[in-house]
């Protein structure tokens, strides 16, 4: 199958285009071929090359992860207002474990509906509709005055990140040529790094009530931006709408790129997809999905269960746990954590998924064993002035290390691997397996590091140590190759066009 694009549809995309200021290159960089493989130089097609990023391009990332921010503060909301809101509304651990952990309830909401409002509405719809729930999930914490409301509002800001968690990475993967798609998709992860660092340090110093006021800013920043930056053009093509693809993808590329092959190859193979029928979740559970959906789903679920959220949660209290000061910590983290998620969000269109998620797994795994050491030592009662820096040296190390792989690339992948017809339903059901295994340890989290700290962390360590060999075995390597290219790759359907 080899379907061409009309030039008469390629020129009145470029004529369309000419009203966009925003096409001019802003930071220069260099697309080359790709090799016979889909592995060499890369660029939005084998044989075009760009001469540099378009501005459109960039700032559209940017709105679009504002998302990933409110994504990270919402998650970093509960460990610097722990005490206090236990003091204001007089909470018990448990009813704090409640809200701590009802964010991935309405997080798994917004999951089961992500990939359907993401497919019949689009992208930036969907991404618009999730701020309207975080706006009301913040004003409801901030004015509550009983538990009740507090959780609600929490459950709320919860179906507004469960939306964005599966939108912002689907839509940049499907906007950014191929050579800067992991860097791009990885933003979303440095994003939800930047949101949740900034909120331990505000925490610090302000009311929680006024930390909740503040998550409504990036919340309103990206809602009022969305009308200016253009849809996914693969989602324009899926539903039939080609004349504005192409346009789409011409203000994307740069106003003289040429972007006939990209889209070409676009228009192949979503009509190829199409002839297949629109699979329910529970479709996917077949053959021609099994490879893309066991490495989707094993990915979320050895990133969670790998204990991420518990630490991020619960950092506080691991802390004073472990006789370390509960400021320094978060201090730390935050120092650690930026710069790592950057470094991998810089390597991870030149060294490649698959190694950084192998450095970064095994970093996991060994910052989760100092943590388990600590505690241990701990509970024997030796080396009492060792045991609590031990603590924060494995927490650090496993934070650092998660940063530079764990925490962006399943969502990279996510983003990558399913073909059109189902990337509704496989990005719903993976997204929701990823808050469904958050919810479990976040809300146990408090129970086992109370029936043992040093066994919790071996745990952890375990599951890290088993992402490893899960990598190693069945994990692809996807930079340098179009969407296109990856799931003829892994799916049979599209293998035996």
Not at 40 to 52: A, D, E, I, K, N
Not at 449 to 456: C, D, K, P, V
């Amino acid at each position: 199958m080899n379907l061409s694009l009309p030039s008469s549809a390629f020129h009145r995309a470029q004529s369309m285009d000419n009203k966009t200021d925003f096409s001019t290159p802003l930071l220069p960089t260099s697309y080359g071929p790709v090799d016979s493989q889909g592995k060499g130089h890369t660029g939005p097609s084998s044989s075009s090359s760009f001469s540099s990023i378009p501005t459109t391009l960039i700032l559209t990332t940017l709105v679009a992860v504002f998302g990933s921010y409110v994504f990270g503060s919402a998650i970093g909301y509960s460990s610097p207002t722990q005490s206090r809101i236990m003091l204001d509304l007089n909470l018990g651990v448990a009813q704090y474990s409640i809200f701590g952990s009802i964010l991935t309830i309405g997080a798994m909401i917004g999951a089961v509906v992500s990939g359907r409002i993401a497919d019949y509405a689009g992208r930036r719809v969907a991404m618009g509709f999730s701020q309207v729930f975080c706006i009301l999930g913040w004003l409801a914490i901030t004015f509550s005055k009983v538990a009740w409301w507090l959780y609600v509002g929490r459950l709320l800001v919860g179906c507004g990140i469960g939306l964005l968690s599966y939108v912002v990475p689907v839509y940049v993967a499907e906007i950014t040529p191929k050579n800067l798609r992991g860097a791009f998709t990885a933003v979303h992860q440095l994003m939800i790094c930047c949101g949740m660092s900034l909120t331990y340090l505000i925490g610090a110093y302000v009311n929680w009530r006024i930390l909740a006021t503040i998550g409504i800013i990036p919340c309103l920043v990206q809602l009022l931006s969305l009308p200016f930056i253009p849809d996914s053009p693969r989602w324009l093509a899926k539903v039939g709408r080609l004349k504005e693809s192409d346009s789409a993808l011409q203000r994307l590329r740069g106003k003289n790129a040429d972007f006939y092959q990209e889209a070409t190859e676009i228009r192949d193979y979503t009509e190829a997809f199409q002839k297949q029928t629109e699979a329910s979740i529970i479709g996917l559970f077949q053959i021609q999905y099994l490879k893309s959906l066991t490495v989707g789903v094993g990915l979320m679920i050895l990133q969670q269960f790998g204990g991420i959220n518990a630490i991020v949660f619960y950092a506080n209290s691991i802390f004073i746990s472990s006789g370390f000061s509960e400021s320094i910590g978060t201090i730390a983290i935050v120092a650690v954590k930026i710069p790592m998620t950057t470094i991998g969000v810089l390597l991870m269109d030149k060294s490649g998924r698959r190694p950084l998620l192998l450095v970064s797994a095994v970093g996991t795994c060994v910052g989760c064993f100092l943590a388990a050491l600590s505690f241990i030592l701990q509970d024997l009662h030796k080396w009492k002035g060792v045991s609590p820096i031990l603590a924060l040296v494995g927490v650090l190390v496993y934070v650092g290390s998660y940063s530079i792989g764990m925490g962006a690339i399943p969502w990279v992948i996510m983003s990558e691997i399913f073909p059109i017809n189902v990337k509704g339903s496989a990005g719903s059901l993976v997204t929701l397996v990823s808050w469904l295994c958050s919810w479990i340890i976040s809300y146990s989290f408090n129970f086992l590091m109370s029936w043992s700290s040093a066994g919790t962390f071996l745990m952890f360590s375990s599951i890290c140590g088993f992402t490893v060999l899960f990598v190693a075995k069945l994990v692809p390597e996807t930079k340098g190759r179009t969407l296109e290219e990856i799931q003829a790759s892994l799916n049979s359907f599209s293998s035996k066009r």
